[in-house]
């Protein structure tokens, strides 16, 4: 997930924010660019409510980068799982 801020946020505004994702267990890059500063979330984002951080002043976007639920999908086991019950293949 990543979190775009908004110009003319405060150093102070993005330290603030930075602590309170990394006190919710997310590891954190922060990368600043000329015109825009983007706020990396590394780790399991399920934890942030998407609608409350976009709602936070100093936050442009938020985008989900990863899929939700991605252990059950089939991007991640393509196979079908086969279960054995004594002699049936279900």
Known sequence: MIAVIK???SEQQIESLLTWLRSRGLSTHISIGEFQTIIGLIGDTTKIDIDLLEGLEIVESVKRISEP???AN?????EDTVVKVGD???
């Open 74 to 78: 089939r991007k991640f086991h393509p």
């Open 69 to 71: 639920f991605k252990n």
């Open 88 to 90: 049936l293949k279900i």
């Open 7 to 9: 110009q003319g946020s």
